[in-house]
């Protein structure tokens, strides 16, 4: 008896909570909104969306999704003490079963989440990996999210409540996006694709990325210090390096592919005309990117893929093959 509900319990462990379709967005923590807001849009190119003006917050998109990114500023009422970089990052769901088999079967396993929160367009629930970064599980629960999501936002949050409602087993992410094009801007990405954390405890968060978010391990390189894990439809969503002397444990930077090169490469060009703050420039056989620094030093890579991704970094300049995966 004893050992068939040993058995019972490692088996529910061992089992994904949630299955994500891939990185829905990323969320920081900003100095400036104004500034930021302007930077995401002028530069990145990423259209506006919504403002939510009583937490000092923006969100801005280009057709996928109601936010690529959202900031919320550090001196805000919900915000005060926080220190500017990553907030989190948002994974996306299939649809509500989803969320709440997910949830199911994390409490069933004793999880706890640091926050569940009804959003109106997605019911979402938050909780950290090992080392502390903040990961957002949600599914959308409108397909015309943008009826809701214009202008100023001032509903505040509240909770969500899992097993109140029949879930909707519909997907409620837009199935044919518009990909819109921010005219003007230095850049012009399709879409997040990807999130780069530096980790002291890599293994176990690896583990965590794996077992608990629910990630599939894509890659791992053969000195065992990266891996790269993705969603059922992502490619590179999160890349996991191990922290050493020569890169320290951080948020190292986001990902944003381009439509094509030949416009990347214009859009290369003028970022070095208009000198804004270039990090890093890859031209290797497997990508062409162009890394920059957001106005509180975040890093942001532009990138278009040539090859498929070199299996092992080994050998290559580290400074630089971090942006390859
Ligand atoms: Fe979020």
New binding site residues.
């Given amino acids: 008896m004893i050992s068939s509900v040993i058995e019972k319990k490692a088996a529910t462990t061992e089992a994904r909570y949630f299955r994500p379709r891939r990185i829905g967005?990323a969320?920081i923590y900003v100095s400036d909104l104004d500034r930021s807001m302007a930077f995401y849009k002028n530069v990145v190119g990423l259209r506006e969306a919504y403002r939510r003006p009583p937490i000092k917050a923006g969100f801005l998109n280009n057709g996928n999704t109601h936010h690529d990114i959202?900031m919320v500023e550090v001196n805000g009422p919900a915000s005060r003490g926080m220190i500017v970089g990553l907030f989190?990052i948002?994974w996306e769901l299939e649809n509500q079963v989803d969320l709440l088999r997910g949830y199911q079967r994390a409490t069933a396993d004793g999880f706890r989440f640091d926050m569940m929160h009804d959003h109106d367009i997605s019911y979402?629930v938050y909780f950290r990996d090992p080392v502390g970064t903040l990961n957002?599980i949600?599914a959308d629960t409108k397909k015309r999210w943008w009826r809701d999501r214009t202008g100023e936002v001032n509903a505040p949050n509240i909770d969500w409540t899992p097993n109140t409602a029949t879930p909707d087993p519909e997907p409620n992410y837009e199935l044919n996006p518009k990909i819109v094009r921010v005219e003007g801007a230095v850049f012009h990405p399709v879409k997040i694709t990807g999130c780069c954390l530096v980790v002291d405890q890599f293994e176990a968060t690896v583990a965590f990325y794996r077992d608990k978010v629910g990630l599939a391990l894509a890659g791992r390189g053969d000195s065992s210090d990266d891996a790269v894990l993705r969603g059922a439809v992502g490619t590179g969503d999160l890349s996991l390096f191990r922290a050493k002397t020569s890169r320290p444990a951080q948020f190292h930077h986001l990902n944003f592919v381009c439509a094509d090169e030949a416009d990347l490469e214009a859009s290369i060009a003028r970022a070095k005309k208009e000198r804004l703050t270039i990090e890093a420039e890859v031209d290797a056989p497997s990508r062409r990117a162009l890394v920059v620094r957001d106005p509180d030093g975040n890093r942001i890579n532009f990138y278009v893929d040539r090859a498929p991704t070199p299996r092992s970094l080994s050998g290559l300049n580290e400074k630089t093959a971090i942006y390859l995966v």
């Fill in positions: 967005h969320n959202g989190h948002g979402s957002e949600y």
